[in-house]
């Protein structure tokens, strides 16, 4: 319950809630494949910005002195703890979210049933959410700068989202989602995307307390 109220607190709760609102009205959507195409795309910004502080929020909140006397072992399970919460919340808010678009009455024209759209989109969605979000505690934790961490991440998730990011990356774009051939039911190439993004996750994850030896 601390952990909750420390990664959780009524700021960050409100601006996601705001963040995912604000989304439903102002893109525009026609078709229901869109719907998970639009979270997969800027849920992962809310991700960045929601999850940088994982670990460099003991700075601003002035715990700084006492929690760097806690063992490697200790910080990394607290870390650990604190970014899985964040998933999660950001997981259900999405989940919650893409009932937001219903309000423009988007018309399903594929052959896939929507239960099974709408997981498909999720699950994609919660992998991109749990990739970016550690991505961007990483880089925080190695330039010791929450700005700096969210700063590089959005100019990856620029690059990676761009056209070229499409072209060089292929299949194992992290937003490969994006990228499938909607018309195409049978396309499941996106799922090695997808896969890359959660191999690179537990990479991050691996070498963190390494990081925060090296980087305090």
Do not use: H
């Not at 703890?81 to 024209?109: D, E, H, S």
């Not at 929507?114 to 550690?134: D, K, N, R």
């Amino acid at each position: 319950m601390k952990e909750v109220k420390i990664c959780l607190p009524a700021f960050k709760v409100a601006y996601s809630i705001c963040f995912t609102v604000i989304l439903s009205l102002v893109r525009g959507i026609s078709n229901v494949t869109e719907i998970g195409i639009t979270l997969d795309a800027y849920m992962p910004v809310l991700a960045i910005v929601f999850c940088a502080d994982a670990y460099r929020m003991e700075y601003s909140q002035k715990r700084w002195e006492v929690f760097r006397l806690y063992p490697v072992g200790t910080r990394r399970k607290t870390i650990l703890k604190r970014l899985v919460i964040q998933w999660i919340y950001l997981c259900v808010l999405t989940f919650a979210g893409y009932a937001c678009f219903y309000w423009q009455r988007p018309m399903n024209l594929n052959e896939i049933p929507q239960i099974l759209l709408y997981g498909m989109s999720m699950g994609s969605v919660a992998v991109s959410i749990i990739f970016w979000g550690t991505f961007a505690m990483t880089v925080s934790n190695i330039f010791r700068n929450i700005w700096a961490g969210i700063g590089i991440s959005v100019i990856l998730w620029m690059a990676v989202y761009s056209t070229s990011g499409e072209r060089i990356l292929g299949k194992f774009n992290v937003f490969s989602f994006i990228f499938r051939d909607i018309a195409d039911v049978g396309d499941w190439s996106w799922l090695w995307g997808k896969g890359t993004a959660l191999v690179l996750t537990a990479v991050m994850l691996v070498i963190m307390p390494v990081i925060i030896k090296k980087r305090g």
